[in-house]
């Protein structure tokens, strides 16, 4: 669900997943702090579908 949001995401796009599950490798286009980005992915999409599907 994480990654077919980040995908519909304006310059983002998900394409893999690691071995075990634990983390989704994201492309972005135009990002100056990598670190922000992440951040704000896990607060704006991860964290509310945790919610929804905890």
Do not use: N
Request: negative net charge; hydrophobic residues 45%; glycine residues 6%.
């Amino acid at each position: 669900m994480l990654a077919g949001t980040i995908s519909l995401t304006p310059g983002t796009v998900s394409s893999d997943v690691s071995a075990d599950g634990r983390y989704l490798l994201v492309h972005a286009l135009d990002v100056a702090d990598e670190a922000a980005e992440v951040a704000r992915i896990k607060s704006r999409y991860e964290a509310r579908l945790q919610r929804i599907f905890a």
